[in-house]
Structure formats: structure tokens, C-alpha cells
């Protein structure tokens, strides 16, 4: 019988790429039916880039582009931008910290579709900034058709990011996100619909968006805040305030010290 190896309790230690390479030998070992996949995408690869790049381009990659090619632009992405894999980790880092789910790097790898679909926008950001952009909009549209997650290319996101479930996640062309923010399934970080330009909300550092909620307009949301499920914030959120409703009010306190005090972690379901 096949478990997935527990590193929940020590997330710290050696690189993310090599505990996933442990999990990923031990589950091939107890669950033969498991194992090419877990070689082809993880076992047969030397960095945590390849793998990354491999993975990417095999969901990503379809009738009409070749998976060959997608790995290339991939590959090529993560060369030209080496703090890719360094969001990257910070990434699994963040959802083993957070989802009391996720039990390790493997589950996060293979399945989480909203950290998948995060580092297609990372690669698909690159090729933005590259003068690709319709190639960046044919990555974006593919993760939408395969995740229902849709993230423009030019959205700046940090590192340190959970998208849990990630179902619905919409996350707009002129949004920005902070590093070490969470945000769960069917979050909008939309426009009002009355403006051009830049029009999106701006998450600082630490925040989290719950469940549902829609974050409209060119706004900020400061640092620590938190976004109550199925809120919807039309005017800026102080840092440390915790938001609720439609429209979103503070509840509560603001807190004195955010960076201790705010609960990120979220109940099990
Ligand atoms: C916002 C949140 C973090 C507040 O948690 P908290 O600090 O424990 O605050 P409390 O539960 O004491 O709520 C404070 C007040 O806000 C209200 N409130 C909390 N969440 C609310 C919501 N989503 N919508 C409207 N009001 C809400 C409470 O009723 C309470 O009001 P009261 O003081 O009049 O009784 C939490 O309610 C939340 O929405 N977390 C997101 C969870 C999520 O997305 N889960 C999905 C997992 S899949």
C-alpha cells in the first residue's frame, strides 16, 4: 500500500526538488500502476525546472501545439528568468505551510491545479514581456479551457502564493499580487467595468482573499489584510483589516501586528 510521504511536519530541510524526488520514488515504489508517470514526470529529470517544464507542456500542449514545442517556450521562459523556480519553490513551500491537505510536494505537483496554473502564468508573463504576447494569450486561454482558473499574462505576481481549490480564480490584466498572499476558488480580481486603463486591484503582501469574494476596481487591499468569503470590495482595504459583506466593511479590529496575528491557515474542509 502506497502512502504519500508526510513532510508537513518539517516543510524546512533540503530543496523542494529533493523531497519531491523522494516522495515521488516512494510512492513509484508502492504503487507500481503509478510509477511510469511519476519517472516521465518527475523521476527522469535532473532539476526541478525540467520537471516543471515537462509537466507544463504535456497539460498545456494539445491538438494544436505541439508538446515539444510548449516545453521549449517553457524551458526557454525559465532560462531567461531563473526567479521563476525561486517563486516556484516559495509556491509548494507556501501550500505545504498553509493547506493542512497537503501533506507534501508530490500532491502539490501533480494536482494542484491552481499552483499549475500559476506557473503557466508565470511562463506565459515571461513571453509577455518578451513582445510574445499572443503566444502568452494562447497559454492563458488553454490553462482557462483546462483549470477554469484565468490569470492574464501581464498580471505581476509575487511569490509565496497558495490558490487553493482555484477553481473560478479570475485575476485581471492590470491586478497585481504581493508576495505570500492566499487566495481560494471563484475570486475575481476584476474592473468595475467603468474604466480602462489600469483598473485592477493591487494585493499587497500577505493578504488573504477568501472563497468567492470580488475585488473590484483600482484599488488596494494593504498588507495582512483579509477578505472575507464572498465579499465584494469596492474601496480600499486598510492593512490589517479584516473586510466582510457586500460591500466589504471592517469587522472587527484592525490588528496591531498583522505579520504575527493573522491567521492564514484555513480550517480543514
Ligand atoms: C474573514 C474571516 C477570515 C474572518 O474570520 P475571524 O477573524 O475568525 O472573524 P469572525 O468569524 O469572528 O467574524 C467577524 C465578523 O465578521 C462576520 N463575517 C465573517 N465572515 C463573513 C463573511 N464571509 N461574510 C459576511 N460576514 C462575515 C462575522 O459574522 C462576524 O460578525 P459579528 O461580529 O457581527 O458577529 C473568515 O470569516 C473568512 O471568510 N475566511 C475565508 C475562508 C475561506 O475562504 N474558506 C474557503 C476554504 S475552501
Known amino acids: 500500500m502506497a502512502h504519500l510521504v508526510d513532510v508537513s511536519n518539517d516543510p524546512g530541510g533540503s530543496s523542494v526538488w529533493s523531497r519531491l524526488r523522494v516522495e515521488a520514488a516512494t510512492v513509484a515504489a508502492g504503487e507500481p500502476i503509478l510509477a511510469s508517470m511519476l519517472h516521465a514526470v518527475i523521476l527522469n529529470h535532473d ?29 526557454q521562459a525559465l532560462r531567461e528568468d531563473p526567479t521563476i523556480i525561486t517563486k516556484v519553490e516559495a509556491d509548494a513551500m507556501a501550500v505545504l505551510e498553509r493547506d493542512p491537505a497537503c501533506k507534501g510536494f508530490l500532491q502539490t505537483f501533480l494536482y494542484y491545479k491552481g499552483f499549475l496554473a500559476l506557473q503557466a502564468q508565470r511562463i506565459s508573463h515571461q513571453l509577455w514581456h518578451d513582445e510574445r504576447q499572443t503566444l502568452a494569450l494562447y497559454m492563458q486561454s488553454r490553462v482557462s479551457e483546462l483549470f477554469a482558473i484565468d490569470i492574464h499574462p501581464a498580471t505581476r505576481i509575487g511569490s509565496g502564493i ?64 483579509r477578505i472575507a468569503a464572498c465579499s465584494v470590495v469596492l474601496k480600499d482595504v486598510p492593512p490589517g483589516c479584516t473586510v466582510a459583506g457586500i460591500p466589504a466593511k471592517p469587522v472587527g479590529e484592525c490588528c496591531p501586528e498583522p505579520a504575527k496575528s493573522m491567521n492564514h491557515m484555513l480550517e480543514e474542509d
Open 47 to 75: 532539476r526541478l525546472e525540467d520537471a516543471l517544464s515537462y509537466l507544463l507542456a504535456s497539460k498545456v500542449g494539445g491538438e494544436n501545439m505541439n508538446v515539444m514545442q510548449v516545453r521549449e517556450i517553457c524551458d
Open 162 to 225: 497558495m490558490m487553493d481549490h482555484a477553481t473560478g480564480i479570475v485575476i485581471g490584466e492590470t491586478a497585481q499580487v504581493g508576495d505570500d498572499v492566499s487566495i481560494m476558488q471563484d475570486v475575481t480580481l476584476g474592473g468595475t467595468g467603468s474604466h480602462r486603463g489600469d483598473r485592477h486591484p493591487k494585493i499587497m503582501d500577505g493578504v488573504l482573499v477568501g472563497a468567492g469574494a470580488k475585488v473590484l476596481g483600482n484599488i488596494t487591499v494593504g498588507h495582512h489584510a
